[in-house]
């Protein structure tokens, strides 16, 4: 069963919760080797890594200053282009 995401829900919760400009925190996990691919996503902004107990994946924290949901929505749709990534 594949998990379909509600683009517009999600952007709902985002402008319900959060005033804009706004600092939001990005998590994904990839496969070893991936991170800078995520990294590219937010280029201008720290990365935490996290590597898993066997060293297959890694953790990647990002926190960045956003300007509008549209914004977050923009990084995920491009993370989603990253092969094996998942958001959290």
Avoid: C, H, W
Wanted: proline share 2%; hydrophobic share 40%; glycine share 4%.
């Amino acid at each position: 069963m594949k998990n379909t995401f509600d683009r517009e829900a999600f952007k709902e919760k985002l402008d319900a919760m959060t005033s804009f400009p706004s600092l939001y925190m990005f998590k994904f996990i990839v496969q070893n080797g991936k991170e800078a691919e995520v990294g590219s996503l937010l280029p201008n902004n720290k990365m935490e890594l996290k590597e898993s107990s066997k060293g297959k994946y890694v953790s990647v924290t990002i926190k960045a200053m956003m300007s509008s949901s549209e914004a977050i929505l923009e990084v995920y749709d491009k993370a989603s282009k990253i092969e094996g990534v998942i958001a959290l």
